[in-house]
């Protein structure tokens, strides 16, 4: 029935985004596809409450068997796992050098720069700009949401399942339906991010997700019961004052036009808080035996099935298909954006499993600051006494912790093995 309505009337003191009709309407279409995930995570779950309810491991016999075994009871118990959550989920080998390891940071913090650095800039060129603009012709803008979080869940699922099946991975051990909750977080926040930016600036959602070091810590404690140190809390707010210094004084000019909505704050509060939870269970899965890719796979298997689903009860898919054909641009940012979206996902999980979901929302945290930085050198913007103020808070908060860590370290091996600390992020 809202879909239906006439169009509303235009005029500047309305968001563009909602200039067209209340079916483009951003909490109109988060209930839509909230539906269609309904319509698949309502029947599975009923599903796997009857075959545990049934004993199914006990009772169950035929060709499905292993199927729904897999898929919802698991094939082994976790690799590391205490009643009172003594140990952390990653096991990080003893013999690994400082050496070793500062290296492999160096790895994750350059992968995950580059593929989100040019990720972050071809999204605001697909969610803002037209395609197809002429001297006569205004163009017209692409406003699904979730075809692009499908573009990149697709080619994701794609690359993760290939190496999968070329290379040696782990007996695979957790619940297949596991994977379903991160799943179903990350394509939310992932939406929430796209349509955030029809409301706010740019800088508005980067100023936003420098603030994320504190939620992860905060869902860390919620999802996998985990215990911080006081310097774990006081570097991460550090890194979040300092960058947020830096953005608020080095952030380009903002367009007039650009306002920040409720709208806005509320799709972007949604993004931090799914996607600190994204981050967190993933952490919490790693318990189980499991590859980085393994879990890039099963996430991404729930993420194309839900996605889909929900586009095509909203006949979308068709719809978007149409314009990536009408405009090539479009198709050519698509892939690239599907591309990094996959690379970057490949260094979300390895640094999440090296490292922890903390210290993968710190590089994540930089990457902000280095988005700016960027745009300074290339579009000549200059840095203010409060940016490079900023700059040196976060980094003075990043050595602080890198040395908090490495004495946590050492003085770990020192202990008795029933001495061992609680947490180590």
Excluded at 273 to 286: C, E, H, K, V
């Amino acid at each position: 029935m809202l879909a239906s309505l006439p169009t509303m009337a235009a005029g500047e003191e309305i968001p563009a985004a909602l200039q067209d009709s209340w079916g483009d309407f951003w909490l109109f279409r988060f209930f839509i596809n909230a539906a269609g995930y309904a319509s698949i995570v309502v029947p599975g779950f009923l599903l796997i409450q009857y075959f545990k309810r049934r004993n199914y491991l006990e009772t169950g016999r035929g060709i499905c068997f292993p199927v729904i075994k897999s898929c919802v009871f698991g094939s082994e118990v976790k690799s590391v796992h205490q009643e009172d959550g003594s140990l952390p989920p990653r096991a990080e080998p003893t013999e690994s050098s400082t050496a070793r390891q500062v290296f492999k940071l160096v790895f994750c913090a350059a992968g995950l720069q580059a593929s989100y650095l040019t990720w972050g800039v071809l999204q605001e060129r697909v969610m803002t700009r037209t395609y197809g603009a002429t001297e006569t012709d205004p163009g017209e803008k692409f406003k699904d949401s979730q075809f692009l979080v499908f573009m990149n869940r697709i080619l994701a699922f794609t690359v993760a399942g290939l190496y999968c099946a070329l290379t040696k991975q782990p007996r695979h051990g957790a619940p297949m339906y596991k994977y379903s909750f991160a799943s179903l977080s990350n394509i939310l926040s992932s939406w929430c991010q796209y349509e955030a930016l029809k409301y706010v600036s740019f800088p508005t959602q980067v100023l936003a997700k420098a603030s994320k070091v504190i939620p992860v810590m905060m869902m860390g404690k919620l999802v996998s019961r985990k215990s911080y140190e006081y310097w774990e809390y006081l570097t991460a707010a550090l890194i979040s004052v300092g960058v947020s210094m830096f953005l608020l004084s080095s952030a380009p000019n903002r367009h007039m036009s650009t306002v920040t909505t409720f709208s806005g704050i509320v799709l972007l509060a949604g993004y931090i808080i799914f996607d600190s939870f994204t981050s967190n269970w993933q952490d919490a899965l790693f318990t189980y035996k499991m590859s980085p890719v393994q879990m890039m796979f099963g996430v991404n298997v729930f993420s194309c099935l839900f996605t889909v689903g929900s586009l095509l009860e909203q006949g979308a898919l068709l719809e978007s298909l149409r314009f990536m054909a009408r405009h090539s641009e479009f198709m050519a940012h698509a892939v690239l954006l599907s591309v990094c979206s996959a690379c970057g996902q490949l260094f979300i999980f390895y640094t999440i499993n090296q490292f922890g979901a903390a210290v993968f929302t710190i590089i994540m945290t930089l990457r902000q600051a280095f988005a700016i930085l960027l745009s300074c050198l290339i579009y000549g913007h200059t840095v203010t006494v409060m940016g490079g103020l900023g700059v040196a808070v976060v980094f003075v908060a990043l050595f602080l912790r890198v040395y908090a860590r490495s004495r946590m370290k050492k003085r770990s091996k020192k202990l008795p093995p029933g001495d061992t600390p609680i947490q180590k992020v």
